[in-house]
């Protein structure tokens, strides 16, 4: 799957070091969504995985994802839950947090203009809650692929400045 391109997700306050060929995006200004946007329409043309810089990969990462992403290669595909959800993997469920999440060449565009026009004030930093809203008004299938391929990190979140403690069951 050397098809695939990876973007890592930054505000460029922590170290990480991803052993896999990536393209790291800055949110210099802290704006989540619309980083998350502008980076959703950058990808359009391709088939990628969006990674946030808080995380620890599972061993072999880009053969375990590729394996998943072949079998599932037309959906969109999130690696990560909530601490307090474990279930197996389903279809069309909440994408509690968007850590890790795979997208399929040409769905890019849409979701941003879709996010675009749904959002709301009360998303405020939660982009992940407006993507998963953006889903589900559009029908697009998403798939929680289970057990996760990543685990978080303790500590600050990347977006919120909040620490969290977002340990999973992990593969």
């Given at each position: 799957?050397?098809?695939?391109?990876?973007?890592?997700?930054?505000?460029?306050d922590?170290?990480?070091?991803?052993?896999?060929?990536?393209?790291?995006?800055?949110?210099?200004?802290?704006?989540?969504?619309?980083?998350?946007?502008n980076?959703?329409?950058?990808?359009?043309?391709?088939?990628?995985?969006?990674?946030?810089?808080?995380?620890?990969?599972?061993?072999?990462?880009?053969?375990?994802?590729?394996?998943?992403?072949?079998?599932?290669?037309?959906?969109?595909?999130?690696?990560?839950?909530r601490?307090?959800?474990?279930?197996?993997?389903?279809?069309?469920n909440?994408?509690?947090?968007?850590?890790?999440?795979?997208?399929?060449?040409?769905?890019?565009?849409?979701?941003?203009?879709?996010?675009?026009?749904i959002?709301?004030?009360?998303?405020?930093?939660?982009?992940?809650?407006?993507?998963?809203?953006?889903?589900?008004?559009?029908?697009?299938?998403?798939?929680?692929?289970?057990?996760?391929?990543?685990?978080?990190?303790?500590?600050?979140?990347?977006?919120t400045?909040?620490?969290?403690?977002?340990?999973?069951?992990?593969?």
């Amino acid at each position: 799957m050397n098809d695939i391109k990876f973007y890592v997700r930054t505000t460029g306050d922590r170290k990480f070091n991803y052993d896999i060929p990536h393209e790291v995006i800055l949110d210099t200004e802290r704006k989540p969504i619309d980083s998350f946007i502008n980076l959703l329409e950058k990808i359009d043309g391709e088939q990628a995985v969006i990674l946030e810089d808080d995380l620890v990969l599972c061993d072999n990462f880009v053969d375990e994802i590729s394996k998943v992403i072949e079998k599932y290669p037309n959906d969109i595909i999130n690696f990560f839950t909530r601490p307090d959800r474990y279930f197996t993997t389903s279809y069309n469920n909440v994408f509690s947090y968007n850590q890790c999440t795979y997208y399929p060449k040409g769905i890019g565009k849409y979701l941003a203009d879709k996010m675009r026009e749904i959002r709301k004030p009360y998303h405020r930093k939660m982009y992940g809650m407006l993507l998963n809203e953006a889903l589900n008004e559009s029908g697009i299938r998403h798939l929680n692929y289970r057990p996760c391929l990543v685990q978080h990190v303790d500590g600050l979140s990347l977006l919120t400045g909040i620490v969290y403690n977002r340990q999973t069951i992990y593969f």
